[in-house]
T-cell receptor, first 114, second 113 residues
Framework: NAGVTQTPKFQVLKTGQSMTLQCAQD?????MSWYRQDPGMGLRLIHYSVGAGITDQGEVPNGYNVSRSTTEDFPLRLLSAAPSQTSVYFC?????????????FGPGTRLTVT | DQQVKQNSPSLSVQEGRISILNCDYT??????FLWYKKYPAEGPTFLIS?????DKNEDGRFTVFLNKSAKHLSLHIVPSQPGDSAVYFCAAWAYNQGGKLIFGQGTELSVKP
């Protein structure tokens, strides 16, 4: 199993550009989530999904969209990038929302917005 | 309002000694508490957890203690090894909050040979 994969590893955007961060898992996990990691802030939840077709907002959802059309994929879209979205983004998955305390994380995408 | 707090950004320990990482929380409704470990340029990995109905859980060199009255948990690593050098995140989870993990700010542990 590849586990949780994320692409790209690095990305530089200009203010106002849009892009999609890709996330896929091959463990047939129902629960998937996106976090951002900023210095001194820990990991903060952006959006999450308890299954295909179901998504919900986390702690810091503004400026981001998600969709979950398949169990495997959970892309994160930045609609109009801002310097405040410079961060490291992690995708994670777990078997179900009942066990979502134990999540498997991808390697991360480092995004810089200039 | 930070529900999970790690007040020490860094900790330095000699190899072979005990490392103690601390975490405080504010919400008494959390069901599980967890520690995740993160190496540079990698995603966090699950290390150890404890249910809110227990006060101690042990896994090899790692032990987590939970003091519910003080809303405090700690991770003990004995003996510490250089490979333990990483950032450790405390996290809390409540099923009735959508199964969301709430993370602390992280503590960077450095174990010196």
């Amino acid at each position: 199993n590849a586990g949780v994969t994320q692409t790209p590893k690095f990305q530089v955007l200009k203010t106002g550009q849009s892009m999609t961060l890709q996330c896929a898992q091959d463990m047939n996990h129902e629960y998937m989530s996106w976090y951002r990691q900023d210095p001194g802030m820990g990991l903060r939840l952006i959006h999450y999904s308890v299954g295909a077709g179901i998504t919900d907002q986390g702690e810091v959802p503004n400026g981001y969209n998600v969709s979950r059309s398949t169990t495997e994929d959970f892309p994160l879209r930045l609609l109009s990038a801002a310097p405040s979205q410079t961060s490291v983004y992690f995708c994670a998955s777990s078997y179900s929302s009942w066990s979502s305390y134990e999540q498997y994380f991808g390697p991360g995408t480092r995004l810089t917005v200039t | 309002d930070q529900q999970v707090k790690q007040n020490s950004p860094s900790l330095s320990v000699q190899e072979g000694r005990i490392s103690i990482l601390n975490c405080d929380y504010t919400n008494s409704m959390f069901d599980y508490f967890l520690w995740y470990k993160k190496y540079p340029a990698e995603g966090p990995t699950f290390l150890i957890s404890i249910s809110s109905i227990k006060d101690k859980n042990e896994d090899g060199r790692f032990t987590v203690f939970l003091n519910k009255s003080a809303k405090h948990l700690s991770l003990h690593i004995v003996p510490s090894q250089p490979g333990d050098s990483a950032v450790y995140f405390c996290a809390a989870w409540a099923y009735n909050q959508g199964g969301k993990l709430i993370f602390g700010q992280g503590t960077e542990l450095s174990v010196k040979p």
